[in-house]
């Protein structure tokens, strides 16, 4: 192996040795702790140090890194102290998920480093963001995510790269080759010679550097670092190294052909190094030993304070009050009584509008969102007042965009992403569900993002335009879901999604975006999430439903009993998470006869858990059996006459009669 120190001093070249020799020495330990049945599980990087070593030297204190399993060297490098490190892997609180969370599964903004999840792909859209994020700020910043070889092949590693030359944003995609993706070769994993190959599509510059050269690491990510800083556009590295340990150390080597594995260790990275500085005068054996005796001597302590620490203490109390990051409402109230007549769509235009004017720091994304005003025209207008640099037209990757917009949050900015329909949804349903909603609980890292969703049936719009999917998020800790039915709450709750540091999915029935006019207020206003509306007062039935199942109940009320309104009451849940238990009792107590109805599916629906909770919380209430209705457990059909039959306001109706003759 050839290093080429070029104009690098002896100091600089030994400090680098250090800097290589701590993981491994970490490593060698923990193999053996691992085997001793004192830590769980470990993710070697043996034989890859260079890369994360070189990478991280390379980059400024303050220029995030998104690392891998492999990249212990990432975090030794940024100085995270040994003793947290440890307890990380031990699951203790002194470590960084208060034992939510193994090995490199967490985030340090103190040290700019985000960790990966057990999902691979979505760090790089998250880089991406925070590359963003620079970008508007004009800071001189540079981003650095990871990859392996086998993360290529996912759909994320296209989206991420993708917005990413098109933005032309300042990040370095580090993809390790190791040669293998568990125990699937490089040959059968994808097609090119190589993965810099790839670059070619996004039109972006690529290279390919020795993994193992910690030298040559180093002055390839500082070279472009500081093209970067000045000139940003995102760059493309294959580091060609080798895995020397099984994925991890339950899954072995032997699928690995022995003259590969004899290959590989004659590249050791560590070894190599040790013996160039030796050859350079920079280092000899006793200045080795010294340095070696340093590092075990801060292992050891790191252990020793790690191993003295208790297990977390179990608190449900504690548990769920981390879901969310910690935020407490203030109802903003307009400024003035001046009122006009808005439609439901405007009154959303209306929110978001004024939302970007309220928070400077906010960006909003989606396809077709700027010049044209996206499908629905809900941002007409917005380019010319807030410029192309916060509404941003976005390629067809709903799962990049939802994880730029974490990204984002990292460096404080507020993001709402438009999901042209929220059928779409499904493409961007890993980054919602594993990365927005588990962020803070897992390592305190808020996600201050508001995803839009244009939702709902009855406009013929067949099963790909009209879904309502609500429910699948409502099983998601970490969530907010809100569900207006007026245009006075569509805004006020838009707002406060917005003004909410937490991710908040924001539904927005397309049938009532024209249909549906009220009164609300010029002025910038909001409304408490996770407050239910009564609608109509009544004393026989309630209703408890949201949505368009507000106006089919409000209907129906109309239509049995036109001399009698107050014989139903109609309950707005507005916040489907967390939703207003509070309100739903009350409603049961008055009444005693309730029906739960929705748009969305019956079976799985969110009406079911609202049965069964008044099932098991106002029983003694009850005046007969909890009814509940919503659409037919079919995909939404596309012709009228089918459509009619598959919503659900006629059963409603029925359901309603039934209850009251009970």
């Not at 024209?514 to 207020?521: K, L, Q």
Request: aromatic letters at 10%; a negative charge; charged letters at 25%.
């Amino acid at each position: 192996m050839k290093f080429d120190r070029k104009k690098y001093k002896d100091d600089l070249l030994l400090d680098f040795y250090k800097y290589i020799l701590k993981p491994r020495m970490i490593e060698e330990k923990m193999l053996i702790l691992l085997r001793q049945g004192k830590i769980s599980k470990w993710f070697s990087g043996i034989g890859q140090e260079a890369i994360a070593v070189g990478s991280t030297l390379a980059l400024e204190p303050d220029d995030y890194i998104l690392p891998m399993h492999r990249n212990l060297g990432v975090f030794t490098s940024r100085g995270i102290p040994l003793e947290r490190l440890f307890a990380q892997f031990q699951g203790k609180d002194l470590g960084f998920t208060k034992g939510r969370d193994r090995s490199f599964h967490f985030g340090s903004n103190e040290h700019h480093i985000i960790g990966m999840i057990s999902h691979l792909g979505p760090q790089l859209s998250v880089g991406s963001g925070l590359a963003l994020a620079d970008l508007l700020n004009n800071d001189k910043k540079v981003t650095i995510a990871f990859s392996g070889d086998g993360g290529t092949s996912e759909g994320e590693f296209h989206e991420a790269l993708n917005v990413a030359a098109v933005w032309n944003l300042p990040i370095i995609f580090m993809i390790e080759n190791n040669g293998y993706g568990l125990s699937t070769p490089v040959n059968e994993q994808y097609k090119c010679e190589w993965l810099k190959d790839k670059g070619i599509g996004y039109g972006m510059e690529a290279v390919q550097v020795d993994g193992n050269n910690l030298l040559e690491v180093y002055s390839t990510v500082r070279h472009y670092a500081s093209e970067l800083r000045q000139d940003p556009r995102p760059i493309l590295i294959e580091a060609l190294t080798f895995r020397m340990r099984g994925h991890e150390e339950a899954s072995g080597t032997k699928y690995v052909p022995k003259h590969l594995m004899d290959a590989w260790a004659k590249k050791d990275p560590v070894i190599n190094y040790e013996t160039f500085l030796k050859r350079q005068g920079v280092l000899n054996d006793h200045i080795i030993e010294e340095i070696r005796e340093y590092i075990k001597k801060e292992i050891d302590e790191g252990l020793a304070t790690a191993y003295a620490e208790p297990l977390p203490e179990a608190s449900v109390a504690t548990e769920e009050a981390d879901l969310y990051a910690p935020y407490e409402f203030t109802p903003t109230p307009p400024k003035n009584k001046v009122m006009n007549p808005k439609r439901f769509v405007d009154a959303v235009s209306d929110g978001l509008r004024q939302a970007m004017e309220q928070y400077p720091n906010s960006v909003i994304m989606g396809q077709d969102i700027a010049e044209y005003g996206g499908v629905f025209k809900i941002t007409q207008g917005f380019v010319e007042q807030f410029g192309k640099g916060r509404v941003r037209n976005t390629p067809l990757c709903e799962s990049a965009i939802v994880g730029i917009g974490l990204g984002l949050s990292v460096k404080k900015y507020k993001a709402i992403v438009e999901m042209q329909f929220a059928d779409f949804v499904t493409c961007g349903f890993n980054q919602i569900v594993n990365n927005l909603a588990k962020v803070h609980y897992r390592w305190g890292q808020n996600a201050d993002v508001v995803v839009r969703m244009p939702t709902g049936a009855g406009v013929g719009a067949g099963p790909f335009h009209s879904q309502s999917n609500e429910a699948w998020f409502f099983h998601t800790p970490g969530l907010k879901i809100v569900y207006p039915s007026t245009p006075y709450d569509a805004k006020g709750l838009l707002t406060a999604s917005i003004e909410e540091p937490n991710p908040v999915m924001y539904f927005e029935h397309k049938a009532l975006y024209r249909s549906i006019t009220e009164d609300i207020p010029d002025d910038y206003y909001t409304l408490p999430i996770g407050k239910a509306r009564v609608v109509q007062k009544g004393e026989d039935v309630s209703i408890i439903t949201y949505g368009m199942g507000v106006h089919w109940a409000k209907q129906i009320a109309a239509e049995l009993f036109p001399d009698h309104p107050e014989t139903v009451e109609i309950l707005d849940l507005r916040t489907l998470l967390p939703w207003d238990k509070e309100a739903v009792e009350a409603t049961v107590k008055k009444t005693g006869k309730v029906i739960v109805a929705h748009e969305d599916n019956i079976t799985g629906g969110i009406g079911a858990e609202i049965a069964a909770w008044i099932a098991e919380h106002c029983f003694q209430h009850l005046d007969a059996p909890v009814m509940r209705e919503g659409s037919l457990d079919t995909p939404v059909p596309f012709a009228a006459p089918l459509e009619q039959i598959y919503l659900p306001k006629e059963r409603i109706k029925d359901k309603v009669n039934t209850l009251l003759n009970f």
